[in-house]
């Protein structure tokens, strides 16, 4: 189970992440709403263990540590981290990704036979950007799930692709309650579909109340452009 207890960032000058409480277990699919894309990336970036809080609690599976929670955890398609870049072909996609996966799980994970027993090879010679949303999903979610170890997945706005809730609801549905892997599935979004009748939180649900009688804060500056940024804050 992951658990998040009035979690908050700091930015450079205002709050990045405002104190935000959480929880979701495995074979469980959380919506976290947010208006603001800075926040919700900042709140993918603490709950997959990629950037350091500034206070608050975060646990996988009771465990406060770091990097436990980073070795479980999977960041995908964050906006300016670890989304596709464009220039990139999908065939060379894979083999990036799959050469990240912990070498004494990837064996001889090629890019050709990863497309076709995943189903992937219509859309190989592609560049990223033509991927239409639901595949793009599909492809970024089962690379995540290449490594065997992966028990949760963060998404950062899905829904930012499509206005249509079907070309990301249902995978992360699927992947969730899957019985031969369940996952615990947490997805950044700007809003809840109105077919959504599951389990939800709001960012910035755990400011204390006097707080909220300050007033609003100027807008937070947009997250780092690169998730290797955040290597050195998680080390400290």
Do not use: C
Request: hydrophobic share 40%; proline share 8%.
């Amino acid at each position: 189970m992951l658990s998040a207890h009035q979690l908050h960032a700091k930015g450079r000058r205002d709050p990045l992440l405002p104190p935000t409480s959480l929880t979701v277990a495995r074979g469980q699919l959380l919506l976290v709403t947010g208006d603001r894309q800075d926040q919700r990336t900042a709140l993918s970036l603490l709950l997959s263990g990629r950037m350091k809080a500034a206070g608050g609690q975060l646990s996988w599976d009771g465990a406060s540590r770091t990097r436990q929670l980073r070795l479980a955890a999977a960041l995908v398609d964050s906006p300016g981290v670890n989304e596709p870049e464009e220039h990139l072909s999908v065939r060379d996609l894979v083999t990036e990704d799959l050469a990240l996966v912990p070498r004494r799980y990837r064996g001889a994970l090629l890019s050709g036979p990863w497309l076709k027993v995943n189903r992937f090879e219509d859309i190989a010679g592609l560049w990223t950007e033509q991927l239409e949303p639901g595949r793009r999903l599909g492809l970024l979610t089962s690379l995540a799930l290449a490594n065997p170890r992966t028990d949760l997945l963060v998404v950062d706005s899905p829904d930012r692709h499509s206005p249509d809730e079907l070309t990301w609801l249902p995978r992360l549905q699927e992947l969730a309650y899957d019985a031969g892997r369940p996952l615990a599935v947490v997805a950044a979004v700007s809003a809840v579909p109105a077919s959504w009748d599951g389990p939800v939180a709001g960012i910035g649900n755990a400011v204390p109340a006097e707080m909220l009688m300050t007033g609003p804060v100027e807008a937070a500056p947009e997250a780092e452009d690169h998730e290797t940024r955040f290597e050195t804050e998680v080390a400290k």
